[in-house]
Every structure is written in structure tokens, then in C-alpha cells.
């Protein structure tokens, strides 16, 4: 059956800061410097900001249309790089400008409206604003995890995991169709979030956050292959024009 969402985010949330935990204790990374635990839980703060804002456009709008704008997050960890003199050589600018070509191929088509109907901008609205909010949490958590990167992410993850706590026992007083299997495969969608996550800003510590944002960014394109692999779904000819786009930029942006 169909859970929750806050629920799914509860639960993911949880098993990503279990892994946090396990892999700063495992690498001796763990450690709480209150400053940039404090940046930490402000960058979890305004992700949640940004999950809520997406959660209305997507209550309001078309999916394809909301999932589009609210992409455009990876602009801000890019404008910072730039504006805090990260250097990117002329062939990877080429290569993130050819990403973002590719990127605008796989989300167009699915931003077309099927009908003559006006349409609210408001869910544009609300998908811009979450496109803002995640990149500054991406921004402020990168800028955080210079001591440690665990124990940073364990931090962003307090205010997801007290948000949820409230909306799924207080304000819903409902698991929202949580069951043993369910919880399973969020917790383990949850690890594997963690892992992409530790690796992100590990690699954003080792060089440019807006390159390193710039390939975060294809993870939809990611999906979409396993998709493709696992559920034997078929790729529409404008995600595989795309994913052809995108492989070709990220070459050149890892050259």
C-alpha cells in the first residue's frame, strides 16, 4: 500500500543517520564541532524548508513541471563556487554547459501542458523556492563538513527527523501505512541516500562544489536507467537524446 510521505521520510532519514553514525565511528570521522554541527542542523533546517515548498507545488502542479524547476537547486552550490573563485577550466565550463543542455532535454517534454487550460504559477512558485532552499542547504552543509562530514550529515538530519516525528505522531497520529516490509525498503533507500551523500561532499571537500553539484545533478538520468535495467521500463526518445547529452558533458567536465 501507498505510505506516508513524512512517514518515508522519518524512516529514510533515521537509517541515513544511523549510517553517519556507523561509518564516522568505523573511519574515526566522527566528531561534533559545535560550529559545524550548528551549520549542520541549519542546513537540515532549510532542506526541510525546501521539502515542504515541494511537497505544495507538487499538491498544485504537474509533476513533470515541478520535478524540472525544483532541479535548477544545483544552480546555487554553482553560483557560490564561482563567486568564491573555484577555478573550473574552460573545458569543464563547456561540459557543464552541455549537462545542463541535456538536463533541459529529459525535463522539457514532460513540462508541456497536455491542455488549454490556464495553469497557476504558483507551483512554479513553490518549486523555485524549494530549488533555493536545497541549494543553500547544499551550500551551508558543504561549508560545514570541513572537520567532519559524519558528523555534520548526523546533524542535518535532526530537524528532518523532528519535523516527521511531529507531522507522523502528533498532527497525523498515524504511521501512514508503515508495515515491516515497507519500513525495510525506506530504511534501505535511506542507507544508500547516505552513502551518495558522504560521498558528495566528500568529493566537494576534495575539489569544486558547483562541478561536484553539476554531476549530483543527473541522478534523475540515473534513475531513469534503472528503470530501464531493473523494471524493463522504455526510455521516451528525448531521455535517450538526453542521456547521450549528458554523458558526453560529464566526460568533459571529469577530463
Known sequence: ???AVFSVILVSASSAAVVYVVIGLLSHD???DPRDASRGVLGGIVNVTGTVLVLLAFERGKMGVVAGVASASVL???AFSFI????????QAIGIGVIFIGLLVFYVPSMRSKSDAPTSPLPIVFAGLAALAWGLGVVIIDIGSRVSVTGTMVASQLPQMAFTLVMVF???RSLGGLNQRAVLSIAAAGVALALGQIAFFAA?????IGVVAVLGSLTPLVVALLALAVLKEQMSRSERVALVIVLVGTCLVVY
Do not use: C, M, T, Y
Open 1 to 3: 500500500g501507498k505510505v
Open 30 to 32: 566522527l566528531v561534533f
Open 170 to 172: 502528533i498532527v497525523a
Open 76 to 78: 546555487v552550490p554553482l
Open 84 to 91: 568564491g573563485g573555484e577555478q573550473v577550466s574552460p573545458i
Open 204 to 208: 566537494a571537500n576534495e575539489g569544486n
